[in-house]
């Protein structure tokens, strides 16, 4: 129908082959999927439906019942063996070593008087060391007012 009554006319506005292939292909290869706004088109124009719509229209709901009447695909358990508990290697062993520094030879060499003897020797030499700084008399005095008052 669309071949002969419109085609003509649309070739004069458009290229042969964009009508033959994607208008009237497009339709054709459709129709089965526009079947039902074609019954509904048609009634309203014509007041009835069609022959060739309902046709179409049983050309559908036998396609429609074949493709239906598929039988699912049934899912089969899997076959998951268990995962084997792996052994754990044995733990790696640290050596204890203790490591100190020697003692120092001043802890058991100089007792006490010692030590004490060694204070008061350093202690003299520092208070000559300051006198000799202080050689001259003014000096000399100075300092000894220092160390009264200290």
Known sequence: MVRSHVKDEWCKIYD???IENNVIGF???NLTKM?????VVSKK???KVSELVTSIGTNVTEKEKKEKTFKPTEP???KITQAKIKALPPPI???KIVKSNPVPETTYGAG???VLEGHEERKKKVTEDTKAKYTGIEKLKQYEKNEKEL
């Open 27 to 29: 339709l054709q290869g």
């Open 76 to 78: 089969k358990p899997f």
């Open 35 to 39: 079947a039902d706004l074609l019954a």
């Open 16 to 18: 042969e082959d964009f």
């Open 93 to 95: 062993m640290i050596p």
């Open 112 to 114: 006490l008087k010692k």
């Open 45 to 47: 124009a014509t007041g």
